[in-house]
Nanobody, 124 residues
Framework: QVQLVESGGGLVQAGGSLRLACAAS??????MGWFRQAPGKEREFVAA????????DYADSVKGRFTISRDNAKNTVYLQMNSLKPEDTAVYYC???????????????????WGQGTQVTVSS
């Protein structure tokens, strides 16, 4: 059983930065993604990265502000969030799927494993 543990959430002022981390136990061939869910809204895609890191994808709302990366030696994926806006406030979840190739997806239904989530709050 894979465990995904997120960290790095918190409270930040608009324009500030945060870096989220997601540590995966056990998996090495693993595509990963970040999603977020605000109160009363559906879970939405934020970013994804292939197992080697050569492929990435971003939601239009975060392009140019957020960067997804990974350190496979540590089985950890990061989400660097810059120029944060109040509308970025949400619970952020990491997700993963065992994947030999370099496939990634922006659909939450594609992923098999999920973390418990970490709260990000951006004040105006």
């Amino acid at each position: 059983q894979v465990q995904l543990v997120e960290s790095g959430g918190g409270l930040v002022q608009a324009g500030g930065s945060l870096r989220l981390a997601c540590a995966a136990s056990g998996r090495t061939f693993y595509s990963m993604g970040w999603f977020r869910q605000a109160p009363g809204k559906e879970r939405e895609f934020v970013a994804a990265i292939s197992r080697s890191g050569e492929r990435t994808d971003y939601a239009d709302s975060v392009k140019g502000r957020f960067t997804i990366s990974r350190d496979n030696a540590k089985n950890t994926v990061y989400l660097q969030m810059n120029s944060l806006k109040p509308e970025d406030t949400a619970v952020y979840y990491c997700a993963g799927k065992f994947q030999i190739g370099q496939v990634i997806s922006n659909s939450p239904r594609w992923y098999d494993d999920w973390g418990q989530g970490t709260q990000v709050t951006v004040s105006s």
